[in-house]
T-cell receptor
């Protein structure tokens, strides 16, 4: 299995909702990432987990809460989001921090 | 100064021509360099990575790295309409962060 699987593919939520994005990989990768991408812009790093521990938080607002329950799973919990948080959220994984990132297909989030 | 810079384009080339995409980076200590292709509405997919000075070829794609000039490029030979996409240059930074350039939009005209 050489894939990173993200669910859901599309999510529409109100500003008062609580939802979660999920990411799963079975490649034995020990580093996992969340990126946010707005239209016509490059991906922006949000969080990096290495060996299930949060190693980088790029000053992301607390309404985004990452969680890494085990080495195969990465979640992004969403609460009280703003319309400007609407974007494509990309999960990626890599065998080690120096290696190549493999991206999932992304979750497209719309906040109303 | 941005950490990774690319010409945003759009770059338009005729089918069969060579497309040349360029990227400069600011951190002289960077060791790992990547080119990703991204179709509209899709996630980035890896085209090539390069770690050493010089050229690296894979099919129609050649990546070129010059660490002294802090410059990395991607050449696409025999460009096809299916190559039309945004090409993202990325550099691995401290802590495993992958820093992306703004991307160059490539259009290959039949």
């Amino acid at each position: 299995d050489t894939e990173v699987t993200q669910t859901p593919k599309h999510l529409v939520m109100g500003m008062t909702n609580k939802k979660s994005l999920k990411c799963e990989q079975h490649m034995g990768h020990r580093a996992m990432y969340w990126y946010k991408q707005k239209a016509k812009k490059p991906p922006e790093l949000m969080f990096v987990y290495s060996y299930e521990k949060l190693s980088i938080n790029e000053s992301v607002p607390s309404r985004f809460s990452p969680e890494c329950p085990n080495s195969s799973l990465l979640n992004l919990h969403l609460h009280a989001l703003q319309p400007e948080d609407s974007a494509l959220y990309l999960c990626a994984s890599t065998e080690g921090l120096a290696n190549v990132l493999t991206f999932g297909a992304g979750s497209r989030l719309t906040v109303l | 100064q941005k950490e990774v810079e690319q010409n945003s384009g759009p770059l338009s080339v005729p089918e069969g021509a060579i497309a040349s995409l360029n990227c400069t980076y600011s951190d002289r200590g960077s060791q790992s360099f990547f080119w990703y292709r991204q179709y509209s509405g899709k996630s980035p997919e890896l085209i090539m990575f390069i770690y050493s000075n010089g050229d690296k070829e894979d099919g129609r794609f050649t990546a070129q790295l010059n660490k002294a000039s802090q410059y990395v490029s991607l050449l696409i030979r025999d460009s096809q309409p299916s190559d039309s996409a945004t090409y993202l240059c990325a550099v691995k930074a401290e802590g495993g962060k992958l820093i992306f350039g703004q991307g160059t939009e490539l259009s290959v005209k039949p």
